[in-house]
């Protein structure tokens, strides 16, 4: 297996430092692979930078539709003996990912074929330990209705705490967006009501004379 790395061993991982996964990862189009399959298969991979929804990628000079199944894979170096949190959006439409050789969470169902897949890309967030240096991702996507496939946002890597603190600040950032959009609708319907108030006063008094 021709391995994709990123190397994040030089980085410190406190409360409040959460990186972004992006680069080239290993991609395999068309198949979906566990990580011991991989071990063993001879498959040349693909290298993409993700994120990136499938037609921003060509294999073999053409571009690859939004619909479809495919595997990822990227070695992460680290410091050994801590514990680490992923937090994942965005990948459509369901997704199965492993640490190591272990299966850490699914969402929807991942299938080679569109009447045995279940759309579902719920966010989440993984914790889990390493006591070496090295940690395998795999992860196996796959899509067969909406318009765009693939990972479309970065998939992040902190400690647990740090990862705990962005969930948190981007549902602050989400309520806080919601509760502004809905002052806006309200001053612009209390407007709109002055305003034919207005109006039927003015009618009122074209009538008076």
């Known amino acids: 297996m021709d391995n994709a790395e990123i190397d994040f061993y030089e980085l410190t991982f406190d409360d409040k430092n959460v990186y972004s996964i992006n680069g080239k990862w290993n991609f395999y189009w068309d198949t979906l692979l566990t990580p011991?399959?991989?071990?063993?298969s001879d498959i040349i991979p693909e290298k993409v930078r993700i994120p990136a929804t499938w037609d921003n990628y060509t294999i073999k000079g053409e571009k690859i539709p939004q619909k479809?199944?495919?595997?990822?894979?990227?070695k992460l170096i680290v410091p050994a003996n801590k514990f680490y949190a992923l937090k994942i959006r965005g990948i459509y439409l369901s997704h199965k990912l492993w640490i190591n050789d272990s299966l850490a969470f699914e969402t929807g169902v991942v299938s080679s074929t569109k009447k045995?897949?279940?759309p579902n890309n719920v966010g989440s967030e993984y914790i889990f330990f390493t006591d070496t240096n090295v940690v395998n991702i795999t992860l196996q996507a796959s899509n067969y209705i909406s318009r765009k496939g693939g990972i479309t946002q970065a998939i992040k890597l902190g400690s647990p705490e740090a990862i705990k603190k962005t969930t948190h600040t981007n549902l602050f950032y989400d309520v806080f967006i919601l509760g502004s959009?809905?002052?806006?609708?309200?001053?612009?319907?209390?407007?709109?009501?002055?305003?034919?108030?207005?109006?039927e006063e003015d009618s009122v008094d074209l009538g008076g004379r």
């Open 116 to 118: 045995d897949f279940r």
């Open 68 to 74: 479809g199944k495919a595997t990822y894979q990227i």
């Open 36 to 40: 011991q399959e991989l071990k063993n």
């Open 181 to 199: 959009l809905s002052f806006l609708m309200l001053f612009y319907f209390c407007l709109l009501y002055t305003s034919d108030a207005a109006d």
